[in-house]
């Protein structure tokens, strides 16, 4: 080969060599999604035909390191348009549309409706759905909020005109490790606008899910969930040596008949009520232990959703568009968010669903709600002060994590392996932390009755005449099968045990922790461990303590956006983040 060849070839190499380079470093940016199923590509329509996308992006990125500002404001949707402006919303599916003025300031709008009509129209069908970006994709900057539009189509392109399908957005740049979910608010005419707030600079990359279709979340609202008697228990009854079992069942208390064993709690419960059939030989009140009967939950949920068992499974739920759109965002162009962030304890309950929460930077979660403080980097001694002379009472179901990522900050856990999973007590010369998790679980290994407690019963036995209490509430895993009108009733008189507690010590701190998403392994699980009324449950806890004067924190975006598939447990760091806020309630700086 001659030298001029040669030279051919290696400028030839180069241009490859250049290209494979781009290509791997557009890859690095992307991670792998956490959603589990099906992965398709909607249509995409760009404003002025000049949106980004994935395979576009021809250039390295400008600004590889996150730029970062003293501090970040509180932000909510009010602030992009003015206060005073309007949003569109659209009222015409074909041509130019016709677009509906609605007051972007006024929270009704934002209030979730309901339409009690059952949907039989063919359900949306995300690939041919089309997504806009309302802004141009030019003049997007740092603090911006960006504004995507879908209109929903179904399988056969034809627009459709109803609402109440249940998504996911999340926006997110894994190479500067930045992450945040997006605000959806549903037109209930078929489109539906996603908002962002624009917390970073350099591209983001934005992924809608699909969860279920709006005839199968209105199914599980109107259906599912106000039906009652979905799971059973086993009680294990034993007296000395002797044992027998009987099934037990959650039932409303003026339906119990003879020869069954009661056990209601009217001040915990409502009108409802746990009963066991009668063993064949021991009393009543031999009762052990309980652990629910799994196969329940699954029967229940196939006989209620019945042919309809294709919306829960498969191709029909969890549909995942990756990389839906790709932005720039410039750096700041406004000079107007000089305002601080107020203390945590000031802020006492955020309902308003058009306010951003926070997001993550680099595995911390930074709040936009108020001024969370990074506990996880404070001296010892500053955290051993903010928990003296307090009792932190930690009740509920979900709280296990919690008390342990408590209890490790104030360098008390002394073990994961041996960690309680129902109660826990430990008491130092200045500081009492307590878990309690509520009678009949929704465990598969038997659980001693003794070893729970109601929380209603836990509180109206608070007596320290110190009347240092601190509680937390946090309960929604073990009554994901109940009915609505019990979940209901159960938390109404949490709240009034919570009422009394303040009346007997007024300066008592409460914070009511929110419901998450959960995972979905099991066959049918997307119905009885459904993430739609899980959501549900997390409106329904801040209607029912709006008023009271608790802090209410809603960790449901925190966890959603986190870099990680929805479980059960989720990673020890992200609860680190959720103990961070609730000392920055505690022991505001």
């Known amino acids: ?296 939950m699954v029967t229940s949920a196939q006989e209620l959703v019945g042919e309809n068992g294709d919306w829960f499974t498969g191709s029909s739920v969890m549909i995942q568009s990756r990389d839906v759109l790709t932005v720039k965002i410039k750096d700041i162009r406004r000079t107007d968010h000089g305002l601080e962030r107020p203390k945590c304890n000031e802020v006492v309950q955020q309902q308003n669903s058009r306010q951003f929460p926070g997001y993550w930077v680099d595995g911390q979660w930074t709040s936009l709600l108020c001024d969370v403080q990074p506990w996880q980097k404070t001296p010892l001694n500053t955290i051993r002060a903010c928990l003296q002379n307090k009792h932190i009472y930690l009740l509920g179901d979900s709280n296990r994590q919690f008390y342990e990522a408590l209890l490790e900050l104030a360098g008390l856990l002394n073990s994961r392996s041996h960690r309680p999973m129902h109660y826990g007590v430990v008491e130092t010369d200045k500081t009492t932390f307590a878990l309690f998790s509520p009678p009949w679980p929704t465990e598969s290994i038997p659980v001693k009755v003794s070893e729970t407690r109601y929380e209603t019963d836990v509180i109206d036995g608070l007596d320290d005449v110190s009347c240092n209490y601190v509680i937390v509430i946090s309960s929604y895993t073990y009554f994901l099968q109940w009915s609505l009108e019990y979940y209901e009733q159960r938390m109404v008189m949490i709240k009034e045990s919570l009422l009394r507690l303040r009346g007997r010590c007024p300066d008592t701190i409460i914070v009511v922790k929110g419901t998450k998403p959960n995972e979905h392994l099991e066959p049918l699980a997307h119905v009885f461990k459904s993430d739609y009324i899980l959501y549900q449950m997390n409106n329904l806890l801040k209607k029912i303590f709006r008023g009271s004067g608790f802090y209410f924190l809603d960790v449901w975006d925190m966890n959603l956006s986190y870099n990680a598939p929805n479980r059960a447990a989720m990673p020890v760091p992200l609860i680190r983040q959720e103990v961070s806020i609730f000392l920055s309630i505690l022991c505001p700086v």
Not at 137 to 157: G, Q, V
């Open 1 to 296: 080969m001659d030298k001029v060849s040669r030279h051919s070839w290696k400028k030839v190499l180069k241009y490859v060599f250049v290209a494979v380079s781009v290509v791997s470093l557009v890859y690095l940016v992307k991670s792998v999604g956490t959603f589990s199923g099906p992965i398709i590509s909607p249509q995409i329509v760009k404003n002025g035909d000049t949106a980004l996308h994935k395979e576009e992006i021809k250039e390295t990125f400008e600004n590889k390191d996150l730029e970062t500002e003293e501090f970040i404001p509180v932000i909510s949707l009010d602030e992009s348009p003015t206060s005073g402006e309007t949003v569109t919303r659209l009222n015409s599916r074909s041509g130019d549309a016709t677009f509906e003025d609605v007051d972007y300031t006024d929270h009704d709008a934002w209030d979730e409706e309901f339409d009690e009509t059952l949907d039989t129209s063919d359900p949306t069908n995300l690939e041919n759905s089309v997504i806009k970006l309302v802004q141009n994709p030019e003049d997007l900057h740092l603090y911006d909020t960006l504004h995507l539009i879908i209109e929903t189509r179904d399988a056969n392109n034809k627009p459709r005109t109803h609402g109440s399908d249940f998504w996911y957005a999340i926006m997110y740049n894994d190479l500067q490790k930045t992450r945040m979910a997006g605000r959806v608010l549903d037109h209930h005419n078929g489109t539906y606008s996603v908002y962002f707030y624009a917390t970073w600079t350099g591209y983001a990359f934005i992924d809608i899910t699909l969860v279920h279709s709006g005839r199968a979340s209105q199914w599980l609202r109107q259906v599912y969930w106000p039906k009652k008697n979905k799971l059973s228990w086993t009680g294990h009854f034993r007296e000395q040596e002797r044992m027998e079992q009987s099934e037990c069942v959650l039932t409303d208390s003026r339906a119990v008949e003879e020869g069954t064993c009661y056990y209601g709690n009217p001040s915990a419960l409502g009108n409802a009520s746990f009963i066991c059939r009668q063993p064949p030989t021991l009393p009543c009140h031999s009762l052990d232990a309980t652990n629910v009967n799994f196969t329940s």
